[in-house]
């Protein structure tokens, strides 16, 4: 058995009891605030991919530890800082019902405690494994509204800007479009395109990181399903006012309103995937 203070164990067949048994412990500490967190991706249908996330970067983890050993773990001691960083967000973001510090702080202190016991070596190789546990936490609300508010608005008023210079008669009043002819549409929360904003983040970042070589790169192919997403979003609304006005006003409703929300997101996907090869051949 290789002792700690020896060389870094790294790959999964390597981990013995005494390594397992921190994270069997950070997990018992962390167990009520991740119960919390699975009950929100179960019932908060804009963080229902979270339950893929934690699946993705644990593979994303071991495929780097896959790579083979790091070598020395050389000093440890950042590493017991975050840990202790990460533990002490877990008591503030607790006591002050704060319960996004006290889920960021899981993901700081795991990466606190494979930083302690492993060295940071394996944590350069492995470091976007924690970044994108980050992306099944809830936003917090208060950041979540001020955004989605402003969204809701822009996609309404661009819309009504687009229906009266294509002819036809728009009013807007807030969110909601009243179309001539008796059509009325309210733009409602769950079409601001924070939902697919948040899913497109998460996507973008495993689609930058396996597709370009560049961090530059890769940084602007991740920022860019802002955009995206938000472009995208609006042409939902707009094509929805469209049908609802030449077709039927069904298309508002279930299953109806949910398939066209899916058709947005694919057409987000292949938006992020034509600016990943544009990218790609700029920085080669």
């Known amino acids: 058995m290789e002792h700690m203070s020896g060389v870094a164990l790294t790959k999964p067949r390597q981990l013995t009891a005494l390594a397992v048994l921190p994270y069997i412990l950070l997990l018992v500490a962390y167990l009520p605030t991740l119960r919390d967190l699975v009950s929100d991706w179960?019932?908060?249908?804009?963080?229902?991919?979270g339950f893929v996330v934690p699946i993705f970067a644990t593979y994303l983890f071991w495929s780097a530890c896959r790579q083979g050993p790091t070598g020395p773990a050389g000093r440890r001691g950042v590493g017991?800082?975050?840990?202790a960083l990460g533990l002490l967000l877990l008591v503030i973001g607790t006591a002050a019902a704060e319960y996004f510090t006290a889920r960021l702080s899981?993901?700081?202190s795991?990466?606190?405690?494979?930083?302690?016991?492993?060295?940071g070596q394996l944590i350069r190789r492995t470091w976007f494994a924690f970044f994108f546990l980050c992306f099944m936490i809830p936003?917090?609300?208060?950041?979540?509204?001020?955004?989605?508010?402003?969204?809701?608005?822009?996609a309404t008023r661009i819309t009504v800007v687009v229906l009266n210079f294509i002819g036809l008669g728009?009013?807007?009043?807030?969110?909601?479009?009243h179309i001539e002819g008796g059509h009325s549409l309210e733009v409602a929360e769950a079409c601001s395109g924070m939902r697919s904003l948040v899913a497109l983040l998460a996507l973008g970042a495993i689609y930058a990181y396996w597709t370009q070589r560049r961090t530059i790169?890769?940084?602007?192919?991740?920022?860019?399903?802002?955009?995206?997403?938000v472009l995208a979003n609006v042409v939902r609304v707009l094509v929805t006012s469209l049908l609802a006005v030449v077709?039927?006003?069904?298309?508002?409703?279930e299953p109806l309103h949910t398939m066209l929300g899916l058709s947005v997101f694919v057409v987000e996907f292949i938006g992020l995937f034509l600016v990943g090869l544009v990218l790609k051949r700029i920085f080669r």
């Open 217 to 229: 790169a890769q940084l602007l192919l991740f920022v860019s399903a802002v955009p995206i997403a």
């Open 42 to 49: 179960a019932t908060d249908s804009n963080y229902s991919h």
């Open 247 to 253: 077709l039927t006003d069904q298309i508002t409703r």
């Open 106 to 108: 899981f993901v700081v």
């Open 139 to 154: 936003i917090p609300y208060v950041l979540y509204y001020a955004v989605a508010f402003p969204l809701q608005l822009a």
């Open 170 to 177: 728009v009013v807007q009043q807030g969110n909601i479009i």
């Open 80 to 83: 017991l800082a975050v840990l």
């Open 110 to 119: 795991l990466l606190g405690l494979t930083w302690y016991l492993f060295g």
